[in-house]
């Protein structure tokens, strides 16, 4: 038995889903299916925070987290902060293919995208991504991602305890009494952040895909949860497959979506499997900010999440359409 196949997507992301289903239900294979539905979400700038023109870091530059993994090989293929290219779920599919590696990061991953043909080097910047830096440097910067450290001023350099200058930011600014270390405006308060998707095909073999720019006003360099492979997404044909959004710091932690197909390999069902990862983490950090969707191998589909309301997409060969299911924290 079983209900394949099947798409399911974080957020209302309708028209990736239905890119993936017309793919996979015209025969496309699982991984197939999920790059063309995330590479849907690239192109249509999904939340403004996948793909081209997206959530900028704070040098304003827009760059690119996304994996892609074969649940039924086990490979996986990512690239991290790649700058300059549009085409992230692509690039971590070229990645997963042609070479024996899983993640290539920055400009390497940049360079090894164009040699294998994929178009570039582009600025990834849009007029909306620096508006909004623009908006963010006017609002002094406030809030980024550091903590024990001083800033002498509102945008940096910044001091350690011991007064060394650890770092500078492009922007400037005179507020000494900026509190550092404020998280939560960077993850969903304004956009829902991630594409993560998982797609079973006719065959029952399992994929998932993500694909982001990560968190907003990020520092330069940083990696989220995206490109790992166990923490935004995980898929193993024999059990099941589970995607995660929100905040990557701090969820990377826990490797939430290997859990959650772990558990459902313990016998747990979807809802309570989703649940369990998202608790695990919510008991160190009560105020992270995150979801989780768990599907089985059968399409059995449940969400769970902490810190905002979430949605999820579904396509079924039941449905005549994507539905969109809301899960309460
Ligand atoms: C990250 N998990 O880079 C992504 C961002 C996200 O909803 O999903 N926000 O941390």
Same mark, same amino acid.
């Given at each position: %038995?079983?209900?394949?196949?099947? $798409?399911?997507?974080?957020?209302?992301?309708?028209?990736?889903?239905?890119?993936?289903?017309?793919?996979?239900?015209?025969?496309?294979?699982?991984?197939?299916? $999920?790059v063309?539905? /995330?590479?849907? /979400?690239?192109?249509?700038? /999904?939340?403004?925070?996948?793909?081209?023109?997206?959530?900028?870091?704070?040098?304003?530059?827009?760059?690119?987290?996304?994996?892609?993994?074969?649940?039924?090989t086990?490979? $996986?293929?990512? $690239?991290?902060?790649?700058?300059?290219?549009?085409?992230?779920?692509?690039?971590a599919?070229?990645?997963?293919?042609h070479?024996? #590696?899983?993640?290539?990061? @920055?400009?390497?991953?940049?360079?090894?995208?164009?040699?294998?043909?994929?178009?570039?080097?582009?600025?990834?910047?849009?007029?909306e991504?620096?508006? &909004?830096?623009?908006k963010? &440097?006017?609002?002094?910067?406030?809030?980024?991602?550091?903590?024990?450290?001083?800033?002498?001023?509102?945008?940096?350099?910044?001091?350690?305890?011991?007064?060394?200058?650890?770092?500078?930011?492009?922007?400037?600014?005179?507020?000494?009494?900026?509190?550092?270390?404020?998280? %939560?405006? #960077? +993850?969903?308060?304004?956009?829902?952040?991630?594409?993560? *998707?998982?797609?079973?095909?006719? +065959?029952?073999?399992?994929?998932?895909?993500?694909?982001?720019?990560?968190?907003?006003?990020?520092?330069?360099?940083?990696?989220?949860?995206?490109?790992?492979?166990?923490?935004?997404?995980?898929?193993?044909?024999?059990?099941?497959?589970?995607?995660?959004? @929100?905040?990557?710091?701090?969820? *990377?932690? +826990?490797?939430?979506?290997?859990?959650v197909?772990?558990?459902?390999?313990?016998g747990?069902?979807?809802?309570? !499997?989703? &649940?369990?990862?998202?608790?695990?983490?919510?008991?160190?950090?009560?105020?992270?900010?995150?979801?989780?969707?768990?599907?089985? &191998?059968?399409?059995?589909? !449940?969400?769970? /999440?902490?810190?905002?309301?979430?949605?999820?997409?579904?396509?079924?060969?039941?449905?005549?359409?994507?539905?969109? +299911?809301?899960?309460l924290?």
């Amino acid at each position: %038995s079983g209900s394949y196949p099947l $798409v399911v997507s974080t957020w209302p992301f309708l028209e990736a889903v239905e890119r993936a289903w017309s793919a996979v239900n015209n025969g496309s294979s699982a991984v197939d299916a $999920v790059v063309d539905g /995330c590479s849907a /979400c690239e192109e249509l700038r /999904c939340d403004g925070t996948v793909g081209p023109g997206g959530s900028p870091d704070e040098n304003g530059e827009t760059t690119i987290d996304a994996m892609v993994m074969d649940g039924v090989t086990m490979e $996986v293929g990512a $690239v991290a902060a790649m700058r300059y290219i549009k085409d992230g779920i692509k690039a971590a599919r070229l990645v997963m293919r042609h070479t024996q #590696h899983t993640l290539l990061v @920055g400009e390497k991953a940049s360079a090894f995208s164009i040699s294998m043909g994929l178009p570039g080097p582009e600025d990834l910047s849009s007029s909306e991504s620096i508006e &909004k830096w623009n908006k963010w &440097k006017e609002n002094n910067c406030q809030p980024n991602f550091w903590k024990n450290v001083v800033p002498v001023n509102s945008c940096g350099p910044y001091y350690s305890n011991d007064l060394m200058v650890v770092a500078e930011t492009t922007c400037s600014g005179d507020d000494p009494m900026r509190t550092v270390g404020l998280r %939560s405006n #960077h +993850f969903g308060l304004h956009s829902h952040d991630t594409i993560s *998707m998982a797609v079973i095909d006719k +065959f029952g073999h399992i994929a998932v895909g993500t694909s982001t720019n990560g968190a907003t006003f990020k520092i330069p360099g940083r990696v989220g949860d995206g490109p790992i492979a166990g923490s935004s997404a995980y898929a193993d044909s024999d059990i099941g497959a589970c995607g995660a959004t @929100g905040d990557g710091d701090i969820m *990377m932690r +826990f490797l939430p979506c290997y859990q959650v197909v772990e558990s459902m390999r313990l016998g747990m069902d979807p809802k309570d !499997a989703a &649940k369990d990862a998202i608790s695990r983490i919510a008991r160190k950090f009560p105020d992270f900010i995150g979801a989780i969707f768990a599907v089985n &191998k059968n399409g059995t589909h !449940a969400g769970a /999440c902490h810190g905002w309301t979430f949605k999820y997409s579904v396509r079924s060969p039941e449905m005549h359409h994507a539905e969109v +299911f809301t899960v309460l924290p």
